[in-house]
């Protein structure tokens, strides 16, 4: 069973940036769908990123394209969200969530339930 850990979150000011890390167990990582989601304050969960089969294929929400990047070290089993002119909107409780066997990347990997592991969540607040 895969064991999803994310960190990195934190309270920063509008224009700030942040890097969240997310540890997924297993020993074929890298053949692993890893995605980012969040859950904002009275807002349903959203796709934010997802990074598909060795980082071949990636993929952004609208209101976050061209200020997150998502990326991969698979000798570490890690995907990243890298995090920049963050927004009072991007408040949230962001999730790591993984599919090891790349079944969702034939349809871009954007729907929570491609994913069957997910952590626990890390907080971001951005305010000033």
């Known amino acids: 069973q895969v064991q999803v850990v994310e960190s990195g979150g934190g309270s920063v000011q509008p224009g700030g940036s942040l890097r969240l890390s997310c540890v997924a167990s297993?020993?074929?990582?890298?053949?692993?769908?890893m995605g980012w989601f969040r859950q904002g304050p009275g807002k349903a969960r959203e796709f934010v990123a997802t990074l598909t089969w060795s980082g071949d294929t990636t993929y952004y929400a609208d209101s976050v394209r061209g200020r997150f990047t998502i990326s991969r070290d698979n000798a570490k089993n890690t995907v990243y969200l890298r995090m920049n002119n963050l927004k009072p909107d991007d408040t949230a409780v962001y999730y790591c969530?993984?599919?090891?066997?790349?079944?969702?990347?034939?349809?871009?990997?954007?729907?929570?339930?491609?994913?069957?592991?997910w952590g626990q969540g890390t907080q971001v607040t951005v305010s000033s």
């Open positions: 969530a993984a599919d090891p066997y790349n079944y969702c990347s034939g349809h871009g990997c954007l729907d929570e339930k491609d994913y069957g592991y």
């Open positions: 297993g020993r074929t990582f890298s053949t692993y769908a």
